[in-house]
């Protein structure tokens, strides 16, 4: 094979023509193809197999907000369950992860969004998803996508509606509301 191989490009190379003693376009494309891609093709059997090289790591470090998320998550966990035996309806499961879906999609939409130099989503449009019920992967957005995590501003209002759920959660927990 690599014979054939050596013949096929030494006939390639004396059948080129010049013109005024510089090389042809045609000839230049030729050349580069032949002299890096053929060989490289002709070397690939007797080189090593190199395992392709990962992607660094994404470092995500483990922030007070990510322990005070991840706490904030066990009453709304216990409460569900708690709707879900006293009245044995997934209406209040299928809304929570239908809307919390729907949030992290949007936060990954709005992270995109300055790379393709488009327009992003407006923070009321991420504050009303989170008003809600989507603030549980709003906040796994948040932390996954490191997106909006140093914007003050939007933290305040974010935080506040988390801690306006915990009082709904934990009303719902304490018998205030009746599910029935």
Not at 98 to 114: A, H, R
Not at 169 to 174: D, L, V, Y
Request: hydrophobic residues 45%; positive net charge.
């Amino acid at each position: 094979m690599h014979e054939q191989a050596r013949e096929f490009w030494e006939r390639s190379i004396a059948s080129l023509t010049f013109e005024g003693g510089e090389p042809a376009v045609g000839a230049i494309a030729f050349d580069v193809y032949f002299a890096i891609v053929i060989p490289s093709r002709l070397a690939a059997p007797f080189v090593k197999s190199m395992s392709p090289r990962r992607p660094p790591r994404r470092n995500r470090p483990i922030s007070t907000a990510t322990v005070a998320g991840v706490c904030s998550l066990v009453m709304p966990a216990v409460s569900l369950f708690r709707i879900y035996l006293s009245t044995g309806s997934l209406w209040p499961f299928k809304y929570s992860g239908l809307v919390s879906t729907v949030t992290l999609l949007l936060y990954e939409y709005d992270k995109m969004q300055p790379r393709n130099l488009e327009w992003r989503a407006k923070e009321a449009t991420l504050h009303t998803l989170e008003l809600i019920g989507g603030w549980p992967c709003a906040l796994l957005g948040m932390h996954y996508f490191r997106h909006k995590t140093r914007k003050m501003s939007f933290q305040a209002v974010f935080w506040g509606i988390i801690l306006g759920w915990q009082g709904v959660w934990w009303t719902i927990w304490s018998g205030g509301i009746v599910t029935y």
